[in-house]
């Protein structure tokens, strides 16, 4: 029978190797942690063959002094903390003193390093189990660490290494986090001898587009709100730049990347009000907090953490992004055709105000259309001569006045299906029923919120043919149907009538409306849809609701469309997450027709 015995230390370390170092890309982390901590303002990373066959990370930080060499590729030896206070309130990126010994048990390292005030550098050298004495080098300061044949005593492992490019692929993520994380360093990354990202000193803004795209800066929205001791900035990108996978999300707390679930469910409830599908959100997200409420020592990776109000964070940073969604903190810039549409400044939410010269609106079709009186808005800008409106320059030429109404006023309408509008910029194209669908799911939203969800009792009620459990679902749920604004009663075993129906609903298909509304009730039930599922049953109703293609409008119609989505939240997207308009400029107007040239 085996006996109990002490395990060598190199395989102690090759062990913990596994879960520390499982790639390349995990080695760079490890060591690039450790020159950031050290104060680095200038970080050199040099791979070969992915990272498999050499990294080497040199630095301009405080460097480690000669006696120190030997302890810093020993396990559980670190400059971070030496308390269990020092534990709870970590502020440093590394600090369990296990990754440069992991590191040297799974390769052939070299650790040069020069302390500040030291005449010279001094370099130790691993192979395996085979530590060097400290020898004087040449390095005009920092540290250098040089991480040769990854895996080289352990063929096992190596063999679970993927291709080349695979593995650069992951170097290049791990690189792309820390430089994210630490705009203020200058950040440099070589492949094979050829520079793949050079990163100089930049504001977060700055370094985001840099390594995220431009594509991304001209889609996202700002983020800054602070609750207490809790902070949370960053840009999160629009549902128009919603991505097929997760490879534009990164979340940092202080300054630490991590991947947490309660994060993670936050961020997918505050988008999942406006998210296409099966596409995911975009962002770049920094949460501040106190280090003594997060504990970040939970896995050797230091990915994962918990926090010790995780409702009050959750409802924090769930509440941040929706804001941010709602209202994006931007004023609208030129978009390329066909590119998400930039948001426009968040619309004052007064009540209608009669401004001179003002025209009367069709308040028949707007009724109908809105379910409320129409708005009012200059007479001078529609159904005038075009030489009476202000021309786009001269709008623009005023940069002090701002932009009262940013998508501008209807020109006319394009196939019965999209609005043509002129703004201060250019040309707003804008879809009709998407836009309308949105407009009335966020009424629906308000007024079930406040329980005042107005029914509009029908002249003759709609009838149609019920199946058994469409009639048991109705008398079974009455008191759910009345709080979203319908009365439906059963006349017979297999008949249903609608008798009234919310209000900005009452010109909806309403026999197909109220099939898609018990069918919902009777799959998730009347609490769910009341609570979890509310927002999917109302944003049903709305597109029920919502205007048609092929509907024609008038000037004053489209006008009055334009000047509600003004005054929605969310109006950037219809309830699908698809995008609701979008701006040309007249500069790009110009290139299409080769004005100028």
Known sequence: MPTIKPLPELLINQIAAGEVVERPASALKEILENSIDAGARKITVQLQQGGVKQIRVSDDGGGIAKDELLLALTRHSTSKISTLEDLQRITSLGFRGEALASIAAVSRLTLTSRQTGQNHAWQIQVDGNQFSQPEPAALSSGTVLDVNDLYFNIPARRKFLKSEITEFAHCDEAFKR?????????????????????????????????????????????????????????????????????????????????????????????????????????????????????????????????????????????????????????????TEPGQAPRSFPAYPKSGPTQQPGAVAQPAGFYGTLFGTQ?????????????????????????????????????LGQLHGIYILAQNARGLVVVDMHAAHERIMYEQLKQALDRHEIAMQPLLIPVTFHASELEVATVEENQTALAQLGFDIASLSPTTLAVRAVPVTLKDADIAQLARDLLREIHEYGASQILTAKRNEILATMACHGAVRANRKLTLEEMNALLRDMEQTERADQCNHGRPTWFETSLTELDKLFMRGK
């Open 374 to 410: 129409p708005r009012t808005y200059p007479s001078a800008s529609i159904g005038t001569p075009a030489a009476q409106i202000p021309s786009p320059s001269q709008t623009a030429a005023n940069t002090e006045q701002p932009d009262q109404h940013p998508l501008g006023f209807a």
């Open 178 to 334: 820390m430089a994210l994380s630490q705009c203020g360093i200058e950040f440099t990354l070589q492949h094979n001898g050829k520079v793949r990202r050079l990163l100089r000193p930049a504001s977060p803004a700055q370094r985001i587009a840099a390594i995220l795209g431009e594509e991304f800066d001209q889609s996202a929205a700002v983020v800054d709100e602070q609750s207490a001791d809790m902070r949370l900035h960053g840009m999160v990108a629009l549902p128009a730049y919603a991505r097929a996978s997760r490879d534009a999300q990164y979340f940092f707390v202080n300054n630490r990347y991590v991947s947490d679930k309660l994060i993670s469910h936050a961020l997918r409830e505050a988008y999942r009000d406006v998210l296409h599908l099966d596409k995911h959100p975009a962002f770049v997200l920094f949460l501040e907090v106190d280090p003594e409420s997060v504990d970040v020592n939970v896995h050797p990776s230091k990915t994962e953490v918990r926090f010790r109000e995780p409702r009050a964070l959750h409802q924090f940073i769930f509440h941040a992004i929706n804001k941010a969604l709602a209202a994006p903190d931007r004023t609208v810039k030129n």
